[in-house]
T-cell receptor, first 110, second 114 residues
Framework: SQTIHQWPATLVQPVGSPLSLECTVEGTSNPNLYWYRQAAGRGLQLLFYSVGIGQISSEVPQNLSASRPQDRQFILSSKKLLLSDSGFYLC?????????FGQGTRLTVV | AQSVSQHNHHVILSEAASLELGCNYSYGGTVNLFWYVQYPGQHLQLLLKYFSGDPLVKGIKGFEAEFIKSKFSFNLRKPSVQWSDTAEYFCAVNSRGGADGLTFGKGTHLIIQP
């Protein structure tokens, strides 16, 4: 069966520090992968998506970047975190007909 | 650009009350419609979805939603809620045939009081 792993579940990082969130998928090949963020008081917002290795599309200009080094691995990164990067980050594997989500990462930048 | 609007951000009901959560979307093309739910401490999961055909769709746990094309709406309903329905509910759309992800509403935090 399809499974999506995302870690860590919670993270507290100081302003200016780097970030790396990892997401891996099991049980499928060549999945479409997505990173979403939910900031306080706002809905889930699409940040990046990838339809294949090395292919990244960015929806919102920001302090973050994404990479897809392997077929079933999707990484969200930042070189220097800002306070405004705090939020809940979700990785998703999506078909047109349904999406499967990771557990999410609660990031607090202090 | 697509957008999804959920009318109620916080809803508090008593057990056995009827539920209706509003969702309207804006999009120029043909869309698929979804309701996702996140129970406390759990992953976001699919509640129900509409692609085509009968505009009244039934999902898990007694939920249903009706697609009204003329109103661009996809409201979620349940005749009698239970305490275990306490959760965050998200309406979402994606474009048919596209890979550009889901557009979510802001979510509705539903609290059911025993």
């Amino acid at each position: 069966s399809q499974t999506i792993h995302q870690w860590p579940a919670t993270l507290v990082q100081p302003v200016g520090s780097p970030l790396s969130l990892e997401c891996t998928v099991e049980g499928t090949s060549n999945p479409n992968l997505y990173w979403y963020r939910q900031a306080a008081g706002r809905g889930l917002q699409l940040l990046f998506y990838s339809v294949g290795i090395g292919q990244i599309s960015s929806e919102v200009p920001q302090n973050l970047s994404a990479s897809r080094p392997q077929d079933r691995q999707f990484i969200l990164s930042s070189k220097k975190l800002l306070l405004s990067d705090s939020g809940f980050y979700l990785c998703a594997w999506e078909l047109v007909t349904e999406a499967f989500f990771g557990q999410g990462t609660r990031l607090t930048v202090v | 650009a697509q957008s999804v609007s959920q009318h109620n951000h916080h809803v508090i009901l008593s057990e056995a009350a009827s539920l209706e959560l509003g969702c309207n979307y804006s999009y120029g093309g043909t869309v698929n419609l979804f309701w996702y739910v996140q129970y406390p401490g759990q992953h976001l999961q699919l509640l129900l979805k509409y692609f085509s055909g009968d505009p009244l769709v039934k999902g898990i746990k007694g939920f249903e939603a009706e697609f009204i094309k003329s109103k661009f709406s996809f409201n979620l309903r349940k005749p009698s809620v239970q305490w275990s329905d306490t959760a965050e509910y998200f309406c979402a759309v994606n474009s048919r045939g596209g890979a550009d992800g889901l557009t979510f509403g802001k979510g509705t935090h539903l609290i059911i009081q025993p």
